[in-house]
């Protein structure tokens, strides 16, 4: 009985390899695989094509373009199981090749992460379910970094808060409650808003059913075991941010070096799509045409390059979290530091081994030349959009906003951008920001504004409205409600979650928190406000507001002119005080708040863990897992890093999210995509 080890992403990672692998090891001989689209990039994360050709694979399809054909026997289908489309479609081509197909096939389907009743259903509907070998392949968090798991679930914004659907609350659920029983329980759990509340009750329930099962198990074995789960040593907290609580931030443009990556090219599975002629074509690789898809889109592949943005590249680990406005700086000193390093092969008088050490390190100085050349075409291209005319008035407009200033001032920018027909979404971002921040809009204004973008835009966006305003993203103003207004659509539920406020005084929780900073130092960050170039993501504050509660209490109170009630600033201590010090703050945003201590089943084996971590792991480096529920920004993930690295004491913060999102993406969500009379 060890102590609890840390949180190690490449575990997770190493774990979805074999499991995988071990499933296709399952069907002998070889094989074509089926996969889901949105599947294949993280499957990508974490196994490479070479490792599924030596496992038998011979040809990859994907499920959406219904083209498998009958060159192998083996047939394996990997999807997700919690939409009806999918099983649907599997269904369908299963008939297909059982009707045209002159092979006598075998069927597998690998459902992502568990299999489903409804899923079986459907196959037993169309009369497939008994010729099908359907088990589970259980990846739930897919590792996008060393400090970043993510369960990749592109709808989760929509499903939780326009379509009003729980499955990736369930699968967050699930997902943690794998890590609980890896590491240890949460020992407290923090969160805010009403669907934080819920995801956290259901983790208390699978907890208990844990137990529950854990005790039948031990009744029925000749063996028992009492341990059952006790309190993690590693992990100290589960901070819970529920998305609708924090809906600016998302809002806003992101400033730092991937977050514009994100805004202008948009990062999937840790890969952007960029169009050759911006960062040159890809070098040249020996592939196979092993897939009938990739063939199809040879065509589209040779005008778009996919650029790997991730740690494995080191200069853009050392650009991702800076501020644009210092990107430009920083590769200029690489260019000056590689062609220095560089022509010092012509030193006169050098040593043979010298000569063999410049040699060993060559193909290092090619690899950072390419990346260097990359990221410089990266950034000038992002240059040219952060120094347009469209760019320079949307970012006024919204720094005016997330400022607080009367919003009123903005309207005829906003009017000028519909004028100038931008993209929608453009201006759906701004009129959402006012509503979230003003708290709604002026039913005069708003009613203008929709008139506008109907006439300018289409009629269809009368849907479009309707979806923004189910989600919370725009409404119009009352006379009753302070900070911004979401209605009863908004949010299912409303305040009996936990009690919380229904709407958020935005106006004591910027003075409370410091959300606005007035002068940021962008090359030398103090604050996490230096991501958005003034403004501090509150859902990073809430954080703050748990594991560095000195730090923020001082700023907090140096802008009130007043003396903060925090508590004393014990490394070991401050996280364990949960939200002590910000009440009133968090009685100022909407939605429940949650703070749940977890204790083991079992005194005995809490003793036991107590005494083997060496009297409760003092000086160990502790873990705080923040898991966004909706999905988290780029930005937010660079300011949470800046916190981990100016935290009190030894603190590591694992960034746990259903998904990345961005502004353009949370508001293209509602956007309504059909027109009337199409057909």
């Not at 009750?201 to 341990?227: C, F, G, K, N, Y």
């Not at 936990?498 to 103090?526: C, F, M, Q, Y």
């Amino acid at each position: 009985m060890a102590p609890h080890a840390s949180i190690n992403t490449q575990d997770i990672a190493d774990k979805a390899r074999r499991d995988l692998l071990q499933l296709l090891e399952g069907v002998r001989g070889k094989k074509n695989l089926v996969i889901e689209k949105a599947l294949a990039g993280p499957v990508g994360l974490f196994v490479k094509f070479s490792t599924l050709q030596e496992y038998g694979v011979d040809r990859v399809f994907f499920l959406e373009n219904d083209n498998v054909d009958s060159s192998q026997r083996n047939v394996v289908f990997l999807s997700r199981a919690e939409k009806a489309k999918q099983a649907q479609s599997i269904a369908g081509q299963i008939k297909r090749l059982r009707r045209t197909g002159s092979t006598n096939h075998e069927f597998s389907v690998f459902w992502v992460p568990r299999r489903t009743l409804v899923c079986d259903q459907i196959l037993e509907e169309a009369g497939v379910l008994g010729e099908v070998n359907a088990l589970e392949f259980p990846v739930y968090f897919v590792p996008l970094e060393r400090d970043v798991l993510s369960l990749e679930l592109d709808d989760s914004f929509s499903d939780l808060y326009l379509r009003k659907d729980p499955t990736s609350m369930f699968l967050a659920a699930r997902a943690l409650m794998l890590l609980q029983q890896s590491h240890g329980l949460f020992p407290r759990i923090l969160g805010k808003g009403d669907n934080a509340k819920r995801l956290a009750d259901l983790l208390l329930r699978m907890r208990s059913e844990q137990d529950v099962t854990s005790s039948a198990d031990s009744s029925a074995s000749s063996i028992p075991s009492r341990l059952g789960l006790t309190p993690s040593m590693a992990i100290d907290n589960l901070i819970i941010i529920d998305r609708e609580i924090d809906l600016p931030t998302v809002l806003l443009t992101q400033l730092t070096y991937e977050g514009l990556i994100d805004e202008v090219f948009t990062i999937q599975n840790n890969q952007a799509e960029v169009d050759s002629s911006i960062v040159g074509a890809p070098p040249s690789q020996n592939t196979s045409s092993s897939s009938k898809d990739a063939s199809q889109t040879s065509q589209t592949s040779a005008l778009k390059r996919k650029i790997q943005l991730d740690s494995s590249d080191k200069l853009y680990a050392q650009l991702r979290d800076t501020n644009f406005a210092i990107v430009g700086g920083l590769l200029s000193k690489v260019a000056r530091r590689l062609q220095a390093d560089y022509e010092s092969r012509h030193k006169a008088n050098q040593t043979t081994s010298e000569l063999r050490d410049f040699v060993a390190k060559l193909p290092g100085y090619q690899a950072e030349q390419a990346s260097l050349k990359v990221h410089t075409s990266l950034a000038e291209e992002i240059m040219k959009h952060t120094r347009s005319d469209l760019f320079s008035r949307v970012l006024e407009v919204q720094q005016n906003l997330a400022a607080y200033s009367d919003p009123s001032i903005m309207h005829d920018n906003i009017e000028e951008l519909i004028a100038r027909d931008c993209p929608l979404t453009t201006v759906l971002r701004l009129l959402c920001l006012e509503s979230c921040t003003a708290n709604g809009l002026r039913p005069k204004d708003l009613d203008t504004f929709k008139r506008s973008i109907l006439h300018a835009y289409g009629h269809q966006h009368l849907l479009t409205f309707a979806a923004l305003e189910k989600i919370g993203l725009l409404a119009a103003r009352t006379t009753s409600a302070a900070g911004y207004l979401l209605p009863t659509g908004g949010s299912s539920g409303g305040g009996a979650a936990g009690g919380g406020p229904r709407v958020t005084n935005h106006n004591a929780v910027r003075k409370t928190l410091k959300l606005i900073v007035d002068e940021v130092n962008e090359s030398d960050p103090n604050d996490i406000a230096y991501v958005f170039s003034g403004y501090a993501p509150l859902s990073v504050r809430l954080v703050q507001a748990v594991i560095q509660k000195t730090a923020l209490a001082q700023s907090s109170s140096a802008t009130r002119g007043s003396a903060a009630a925090a508590p004393p600033a014990s490394a070991a201590g401050t996280a364990g005080q949960g939200w002590t010090g910000f009440e009133s703050a968090l009685a100022s945003i909407r939605g429940a708040t949650v703070d749940e201590t977890q204790v083991g089943s079992n005194k005995d084996a809490m003793r036991a863990r107590n005494v083997l971590a060496g009297g409760g792991g003092a000086g160990q480096e502790k873990t705080t897992v923040v898991f966004f529920l909706g999905g988290v920004t780029f930005a937010e993930i660079a300011a949470l890093r800046f916190v981990a690295a100016k935290g009190e004491g030894r603190r590591r913060v694992i960034v746990a999210t259903t998904g990345i999102v961005a502004g353009d993406r949370v508001v293209g969500a509602a956007i309504e995509k059909r027109g009337f009379g199409a057909s």
